[in-house]
């Protein structure tokens, strides 16, 4: 079993974005960079929070024209649109606590969608503060077990010493956990010990889970999950489940 946001970023990696929503993905990753870019300036050395928004547009093949077109944007180098962070947070089925964030231009429409797509799946949308509590933001690293050179013992040992406070061991992968101040070191203390890291991101993590065995609970919890992602103003879905593989299979 794997809990939480580890395993529905699992989830959505074997599900591999299909080239037809490359286009929404840019959209969702250009948003990011132009709120970075606007809270912290456009300079990539002095602003981490764009320093990882533009890393994860990399990652995702996003050209380069278009991150130095976001980061313009957002930096006043060009007019554009203005978006604004909000948190939502609610509950799935089962219980299980949702926390999403959202950029948007127009709140109002975005909370309607919101929680119109927790009610169509069993879910309701929640006041704030209701479950933000139970996530805490972590810097995570998924190493894959295979092609690993190095034991469990020896890869708890390097990633502590590169500042890490956890590793777990889940199924093919190994999940190491930092805080997020810490993420850039550890990532690259990693990257000089040639571990290669399958997926590296600040997040929020559950500090709790909810064990989810029914098959129903589980396909409208991750019809959920799936519909949140899909909106245009959301960024990142936060949940706390703990689904056996078989059922998420």
């Not at 089925?93 to 948007?104: C, D, K, M, Q, S």
């Not at 500042?163 to 930092?178: H, L, N």
């Not at 590296?200 to 559950?206: D, F, G, H, Q, Y």
């Amino acid at each position: 079993m794997v809990a939480g946001h580890s395993k529905w970023a699992n989830v959505k990696h074997r599900k591999a974005r299909m080239d037809a929503q490359k286009g929404k993905v840019f959209t969702k990753l250009a948003r990011e960079i132009i709120v970075a870019a606007r809270e912290g300036g456009g300079d990539i050395n002095s602003n981490f929070r764009l320093r990882l928004a533009v890393q994860k547009a990399r990652e995702n093949n996003m050209p380069n024209d278009n991150i130095q077109r976001a980061i313009q944007k957002g930096a006043g180098g060009l007019e554009g649109e203005s978006y604004e962070q909000v948190n939502y947070e609610g509950y799935a089925a089962g219980g299980v606590a949702v926390l999403l964030e959202a950029l948007t231009d127009n709140r109002n429409r975005t909370v309607a969608e919101i929680r119109h797509i927790f009610s169509r799946h069993g879910g309701s949308l929640g006041e704030s503060g209701c479950v933000s509590w139970m996530f805490k933001r972590k810097g995570l690293f998924i190493v894959k077990k295979e092609g690993l050179q190095v034991g469990e013992d020896d890869l708890m040992l390097i990633a502590l010493e590169a500042g890490a406070e956890d590793v777990k061991d889940e199924d093919g992968t190994y999940s190491i956990t930092t805080p997020p101040e810490l993420f850039e070191e550890v990532k690259e203390y990693l990257e000089k010990q040639n571990i290669a890291v399958e997926s590296a991101e600040v997040t929020m993590l559950p500090q709790n889970t909810v064990e989810i065995n029914n098959p129903d609970e589980v396909k409208r919890i991750l019809n959920l999950m799936e519909a949140l992602e899909e909106n245009d103003d959301v960024q990142n879905v936060y949940a706390n489940f703990d689904i056996p593989d078989e059922l998420i299979e």
